[in-house]
């Protein structure tokens, strides 16, 4: 009866009950490691603006006519790659996210939740299994590193403890992996393919002092899969589809409601090549399909703006 309980209410403080957002707290680091291994001595710098607007109510596959609720989220994400070697890489993710939280109530009252602040930070050693090159078009690559609960998850409002996915931090020590493969059809064809999948172990975080095992996101997986198209223009233009799925989260080893689910996303982007080793992205992320656990507040749509520079030491 106890744990029951104790689902009962951090349910509740969490905002799970009709108010899911994105099974997971602060940045969307899965859906940002998009950049691939570099040659050795070089740079790779890319800096990311992430707007996220969540209005839909989803309950299972099905969307729900309902006003009442609104989230948003703003994130700042810092990815540098360095080349160790002719094989191995080292990518570090560092992020800022702000957000909000609107419930409206049938009496017009508004109540409101914000919090930011720095995130966690990701460390991947990444290894080229097979290396790309002016003889070769093909790359296949693999990571693992861990994702370091720098970010701040004990805010409060009001002296009231945040939900878990309000957070800027999750409070957790995580383990990411991370592949990455490419081929290119040069000089026939200006176009290249590409497959994505990243897949993170959470550990948990104890929020709560009546809670034995703590909180636990469950365990996400990302993959995208897509194409590019080189022009003889400053523009280039992709394509992507991006599949997401996150386990039921935990709150001491019970599952808690409205959590979980599959999320099937397009991606349109624009690549401007502003020279050489500078060059703007601009990205659109349109839910296709959901289908998640119980009644969720889920995403919208997205849009990003990123700058990537590369300088060779």
């Known amino acids: 009866m106890k744990r029951v309980i104790a689902i009962i209410i951090v349910s509740l403080l969490a905002g799970r009950i009709y108010s899911q957002a994105c ?4 940045t969307p680091i899965l859906g940002s490691l998009e950049s691939s291994t570099t040659a050795k001595g070089n740079l790779q710098l890319s800096l990311t603006y992430d707007y996220n607007t969540l209005k839909s109510v989803i309950e299972g596959s099905t969307r729900i006519e309902d006003n009442t609720r609104e989230r948003i989220s703003n994130s700042v994400l810092l990815e540098a790659t360095y080349g160790l070697s002719d094989e191995f890489s080292l990518t570090g993710l560092f992020s800022f996210i ?5 419930i409206s109530s049938s009496l017009g009252e508004e109540n409101l939740l914000s919090s930011s602040g720095f995130g966690d930070v990701l460390i991947l050693v990444k290894y080229d299994l097979i290396s790309q090159n002016i003889f070769n078009q093909r790359q296949l690559a693999l990571g693992v590193g861990p994702k370091i609960p720098v970010g701040i998850s004990d805010q409060t409002q009001n002296g009231i403890l945040l939900p878990a996915d309000m957070q800027p931090g999750s409070g957790s020590w995580d383990v990411v992996f991370w592949g990455y493969y490419s081929e290119g059809f040069m000089p026939s064809l200006p176009l290249n393919i590409f497959i994505i999948a990243s ?3 959470n550990s948990a975080n104890k929020r709560f002092s009546n809670s034995d095992a703590g909180y636990k996101f469950g365990n996400e997986f990302v993959s995208s899969i897509g194409a590019g198209y080189r022009t003889d223009t400053i523009f280039d233009y992709s394509f992507s589809l991006r599949f997401r799925t996150t386990a039921v989260d935990q709150f001491d080893n019970q599952e808690v409601p409205n959590t979980g689910g599959l999320w099937i996303y397009a991606l349109p982007g624009l690549n401007i090549k502003i020279a050489d080793n500078l060059i703007t992205r601009l990205t659109g992320q349109i839910p296709l399909y959901r289908n998640l656990q119980g009644t ?3 995403t919208s749509y997205t849009l ?3 700058i990537f520079y590369n300088y060779s030491f």
């Open 304 to 306: 990003s703006a990123s």
């Open 23 to 26: 099974c997971s707290a602060g």
């Open 296 to 298: 969720q507040l889920t």
């Open 98 to 102: 702000n957000q909000r939280r609107i």
């Open 199 to 201: 897949y993170k172990v």
